[in-house]
Protein backbone atom coordinates (compact mmCIF):
# COMPACT_ATOMS: atom_id res chain seq x y z
CA UNK A 1 0.00 0.00 0.00
CA UNK A 2 1.37 3.18 -0.74
CA UNK A 3 -1.46 5.79 0.74
CA UNK A 4 -2.76 4.54 3.69
CA UNK A 5 -5.40 6.24 5.49
CA UNK A 6 -5.10 4.20 8.92
CA UNK A 7 -1.70 2.97 10.76
CA UNK A 8 -1.88 0.82 13.59
CA UNK A 9 1.89 1.18 15.58
CA UNK A 10 2.39 -1.75 18.03
CA UNK A 11 6.47 -0.36 18.17
CA UNK A 12 8.46 2.56 17.99
CA UNK A 13 9.81 0.85 14.64
CA UNK A 14 6.63 0.29 12.63
CA UNK A 15 5.43 4.06 14.09
CA UNK A 16 9.01 5.44 12.55
CA UNK A 17 8.96 3.53 9.46
CA UNK A 18 5.79 3.62 8.32
CA UNK A 19 4.84 6.95 9.43
CA UNK A 20 5.84 9.01 6.33
CA UNK A 21 3.49 7.38 4.23
CA UNK A 22 0.63 9.02 6.38
CA UNK A 23 -1.04 12.24 5.39
CA UNK A 24 -2.56 15.00 7.26
CA UNK A 25 -5.78 13.15 6.86
CA UNK A 26 -4.70 10.04 8.13
CA UNK A 27 -5.07 8.06 11.87
CA UNK A 28 -2.52 6.68 13.54
CA UNK A 29 -3.45 4.45 16.66
CA UNK A 30 0.07 3.93 18.83
CA UNK A 31 0.71 1.32 21.74
CA UNK A 32 1.64 3.37 24.46
CA UNK A 33 3.91 1.04 26.14
CA UNK A 34 5.86 0.91 22.97
CA UNK A 35 5.84 4.04 21.07
CA UNK A 36 6.87 6.87 22.86
CA UNK A 37 8.22 8.91 19.95
CA UNK A 38 5.17 9.59 17.94
CA UNK A 39 6.40 10.92 14.21
CA UNK A 40 4.49 14.13 13.22
CA UNK A 41 2.54 13.68 10.20
CA UNK A 42 0.20 16.16 10.52
CA UNK A 43 -2.66 13.61 10.90
CA UNK A 44 -4.58 12.43 13.98
CA UNK A 45 -2.94 10.52 16.90
CA UNK A 46 -4.87 7.99 19.54
CA UNK A 47 -1.84 6.69 21.92
CA UNK A 48 -3.58 4.10 24.19
CA UNK A 49 -2.46 1.59 26.46
CA UNK A 50 -3.20 -1.53 24.63
CA UNK A 51 -0.28 -4.01 26.19
CA UNK A 52 -0.52 -2.54 29.45
CA UNK A 53 -4.38 -3.34 29.44
CA UNK A 54 -3.62 -7.00 27.65
CA UNK A 55 -1.04 -7.65 30.44
CA UNK A 56 -3.27 -5.96 33.71
CA UNK A 57 -6.90 -7.42 32.62
CA UNK A 58 -6.34 -10.59 30.57
CA UNK A 59 -3.04 -11.52 32.31
CA UNK A 60 -1.53 -11.64 28.85
CA UNK A 61 0.50 -9.46 26.53
CA UNK A 62 -0.65 -12.16 24.11
CA UNK A 63 -3.86 -10.63 23.57
CA UNK A 64 -2.79 -6.99 22.78
CA UNK A 65 -3.43 -7.25 18.96
CA UNK A 66 -7.06 -8.56 19.67
CA UNK A 67 -7.51 -5.42 22.18
CA UNK A 68 -6.16 -2.89 19.17
CA UNK A 69 -8.47 -4.53 16.65
CA UNK A 70 -11.53 -3.81 19.10
CA UNK A 71 -10.00 -0.17 19.82
CA UNK A 72 -9.25 0.56 15.68
CA UNK A 73 -13.02 -0.76 14.80
CA UNK A 74 -14.24 2.34 18.00
CA UNK A 75 -12.23 4.78 16.82
CA UNK A 76 -12.66 4.38 13.01
CA UNK A 77 -16.06 2.35 12.61
CA UNK A 78 -14.51 0.99 9.44
CA UNK A 79 -16.52 -2.66 10.28
CA UNK A 80 -19.18 -2.99 12.56
CA UNK A 81 -18.71 -4.13 16.08
CA UNK A 82 -20.30 -7.60 15.46
CA UNK A 83 -18.53 -8.33 12.28
CA UNK A 84 -15.58 -7.96 14.13
CA UNK A 85 -16.55 -9.86 16.94
CA UNK A 86 -17.80 -13.07 14.18
CA UNK A 87 -14.95 -13.07 12.06
CA UNK A 88 -11.90 -12.87 15.66
CA UNK A 89 -14.24 -15.55 16.81
CA UNK A 90 -14.27 -17.65 13.78
CA UNK A 91 -9.97 -17.18 13.75
CA UNK A 92 -9.21 -17.42 17.15
CA UNK A 93 -8.34 -21.33 19.07
CA UNK A 94 -11.03 -23.19 20.36
CA UNK A 95 -11.26 -22.38 24.00
CA UNK A 96 -10.00 -19.16 23.99
CA UNK A 97 -13.26 -17.18 22.63
CA UNK A 98 -13.87 -16.37 25.71
CA UNK A 99 -10.56 -14.35 26.60
CA UNK A 100 -10.63 -13.04 23.11
CA UNK A 101 -13.87 -11.37 22.96
CA UNK A 102 -12.84 -10.04 26.94
CA UNK A 103 -9.89 -8.26 24.26
CA UNK A 104 -12.59 -6.93 21.83
CA UNK A 105 -14.48 -5.06 25.15
CA UNK A 106 -11.27 -4.29 26.70
CA UNK A 107 -10.24 -2.32 23.31
CA UNK A 108 -13.37 -1.00 22.73
CA UNK A 109 -13.88 0.41 26.12
CA UNK A 110 -10.19 1.75 25.90
CA UNK A 111 -11.11 3.67 22.80
CA UNK A 112 -14.48 4.99 23.78
CA UNK A 113 -12.52 7.01 26.61
CA UNK A 114 -11.29 8.78 24.93
CA UNK A 115 -13.88 9.83 22.30
Known sequence: MTDPSLLLAMSQEA???YSHD?????????DSLF???VPDFGGKVYEL????SAKEVLGKA?????????AL?????IVSEE????????RVPKGTEDK?????????SIAETIL
Request: proline share 2%; aromatic share 2%.
Open 73 to 77: VKLTG
Open 100 to 108: NKQALQVGM
Open 83 to 90: SLVKAVLN
Open 15 to 17: ATK
Open 62 to 70: LFANIIALG
Open 35 to 37: VSD
Open 49 to 52: PITH
Open 22 to 30: LTAGSVMIT
